[in-house]
Every structure is written in C-alpha cells, then in structure tokens.
C-alpha cells in the first residue's frame, strides 16, 4: 500500500477512534442522575456580570429570581451607568422584593478583560464564603446552585460547567449550539476525565478563600 494512502488510513482510523472514546465518556459523564436535594448547603453570593441587552435577556435574568436555594443573594454588576439593561434589573428587582439583590454600577480597572474589570465589585461586595460567577446570558435552572454544588469534592478548587446552546435565531447561532453542544462538549470532558480540569466563565462555583489564596480575583487578569 502506498505511504500516503497508508497514512490517511492511519490518521483516519485514530480520528475515529478518538471520537468513539469521546461519545463513550460523554455518555458516561451525563448519565442521569438522581436530581440533587436542597439539603444543608451554604450561603451563596452569586454575582451576574451584565452589558446590554440580547436575545432572552429579560428570560435568563429572570430565572436568576427563581432559584430553589434556601440563601443566597444576586449581585448585578453593570458598567456603565447609561446601559440600557439597568431598565430590565431594576423592573425585575421591583416584581421580586423579597429577594436579596443589589445593582452596583462601575468598573475596576485591573485588568484588560472588559468582564473581568465589571465583575471585581460584585466579588468585593459579596457576603458570602461561596460566590458562583455567572454570565447574563445562562438560563439558570431553579436547582442550578445544587447542581453545582453537587459536583463539589474535598479537592476541588473550582466548578465549572460546559454550557448548552438552545434556541438559536439564525444559521451562525445555528452553528455555534452544534460547535457547543457536541465537539467542544465531548473535548472538554475528554480533558476534564484525565485529570486536566479546566475553567470556563460561563458559569463558576468558587469558594472565596481558595481564590484569594492565589492572588484574589485580580489574579485572573
């Protein structure tokens, strides 16, 4: 058999290969599961960073109001005082006043990273020992901070999930829940099995002392 052909059939072969064994550890990592209990979690502060307004924004805010978790408090960070999603929160804090939650407005530069410099205050202000990080764009599902939590091992340092794309308007937003929802999925679990956690900023579960052991939140710039 000639060496380029060979080759191709080589390359072929172990591309394939990985992709059976990446189906296979996804299918393992999202078996279903008994869904998590309220039971005896902790505080938590969970901070949004917000800029603008999209698609579903007034849907995905909303559903931060609906959690199941005993106490906990949101934390909206805007950096700019003329946004026009500061309409949105405050309408949204109105129709929810027995939740806890504060809109702080401004921005600290510490770093390059526009979210970064917007999330600073809310990790500042927040009250409590355990602060999730999440983005105005994530539907939260009313046990999301349980599910989170659930993930939570003695040597953990972090929580962080893969995020879903869904309802997407349009063919670009078409292709980016089908990048989202399979190949980078699949790699990010791939990684994660071997023991090579990962961050992503979509959603964050962090307890504080362990972040500010290594250099606080600024660190992150």
């Not at 909206?76 to 129709?95: R, W, Y």
């Not at 879903?164 to 990010?188: H, K, V």
Request: hydrophobic letters at 45%; aromatic letters at 10%.
């Amino acid at each position: 058999m000639p060496i380029p052909i060979l080759a191709t059939a080589i390359f072929c072969a172990l591309f394939f290969a990985v992709q059976i064994t990446s189906i296979a550890i996804a299918i393992v990592r999202l078996r279903r599961k008994a869904p998590p209990q309220l039971g005896d979690y902790p505080p938590v502060s969970l901070v949004r960073p917000l800029c603008g307004i999209d698609n579903y924004t007034a849907e995905t805010l909303l559903s931060t109001f609906e959690l199941d978790h005993p106490c906990f408090e949101i934390l909206f960070c805007v950096a700019d005082a003329s946004d026009p999603v500061l309409s949105l929160i405050k309408d949204l804090m109105a129709a929810n006043p027995a939740i806890d939650v504060r809109l702080l407005i401004g921005e600290d530069r510490v770093s390059a990273n526009p979210k970064l410099n917007n999330v600073v205050k809310g990790w500042r202000a927040a009250s409590h020992d355990w602060v999730v990080i999440a983005d105005s764009n994530v539907l939260m599902p009313p046990d999301y901070i349980q599910s989170l939590f659930a993930s939570w091992r003695a040597d953990t340092g972090l929580v962080a999930s893969p995020p879903i794309g869904s309802r997407p308007r349009g063919f670009w937003a078409e292709i980016e829940c089908a990048f989202l929802n399979t190949y980078q999925a699949r790699w990010q679990y791939i990684v994660d099995s071997f023991g090579r956690g990962f961050a992503q900023g979509k959603t964050m579960l962090w307890r504080r002392a362990d972040l500010e052991a290594g250099g606080g939140i600024e660190a992150l710039g």
